[in-house]
């Protein structure tokens, strides 16, 4: 069946430094991707998300890619702050299908 | 303030105890959504609906019921059949025809 999964279960970064968490998706007819952030004890929230026919979008410091080719994408964070410590979920939609990953705990280090 | 609550926040019951997890908004969203989570996994969703008094079941609703009687409100009720009901349990809306799911803060159950 269909699957969405992360490369990496937990992600450690040094305070300032650029991170990247990646997604697998299994179904080439996947037309929609979301990354989510959940801080502890919360429900997910949405960060940013991208349509199959862009490469890439940005905002401020969050910035998503997608490479169809390879079924792939990526979440950036630039200059990586103490507060983006948390648990991102990625999602990929195919029609009215959505599934969601296991989740990738990053950690910033001061 | 707009939003989408769940109550209570911790729930604890003791097995073969139904139990009914509490989902309101108030961002008229027509649609809503459950979605059990568990250590390691994705979400995993339980049951859904996209507009009042019409609900489908997700990917894994054995065990669990739900109903939507208002549009505000999704009740989510875990029966005596669900094998293995301790998780965390979210509940969602969105806009109809959206992909933009908000998420509720969660309730924690229990079952000893």
């Known amino acids: 069946g269909e699957s969405v999964g992360l490369h990496l279960p937990t992600l450690s970064v040094q305070e300032g430094d650029n991170s990247i968490i990646n997604c697998a998706y299994s179904n080439s007819a996947s037309d929609y991707f979301i990354w989510y952030k959940q801080e502890s004890g919360k429900g997910p929230q949405f960060i940013i998300d991208i349509r199959s026919n862009v490469g890439e979008k940005k905002d401020q410091r969050i910035a998503v890619t997608l490479n169809k080719t390879a079924k792939h994408f990526s979440l950036h964070i630039t200059e990586t702050q103490p507060e983006d410590s948390a648990v991102y979920f990625c999602?990929?939609?195919?029609?009215?299908?959505?599934?969601f990953g296991a989740g990738t705990r990053l950690t910033v280090k001061p | 303030d707009g939003g989408i609550t769940q109550s209570p926040k911790y729930l604890f019951r003791k097995e073969g105890q139904n139990v009914t997890l509490s989902c309101e908004q108030n961002?008229?969203?027509?649609?809503m959504y459950w979605y059990r989570q568990d250590p390691g996994q994705g979400l995993r969703l339980i049951y859904y609906s996209q507009i009042v008094n019409d609900f489908q079941k997700g990917d894994i609703a054995e065990g669990y019921s739900v109903s939507r009687e208002k549009k505000e409100s999704f009740p989510l009720t875990v029966t005596s059949a669900q094998k293995n009901p301790t998780a965390f349990y979210l509940c969602?809306?969105?806009?109809?025809?959206?992909?933009?799911?908000?998420f509720g803060p969660g309730t924690r159950l229990t079952v000893t």
């Open positions: 961002l008229n969203h027509d649609a």
């Open positions: 969602a809306s969105s806009t109809q025809g959206s992909y933009e799911q908000y």
């Open positions: 999602a990929a939609t195919t029609g009215n299908d959505m599934r």
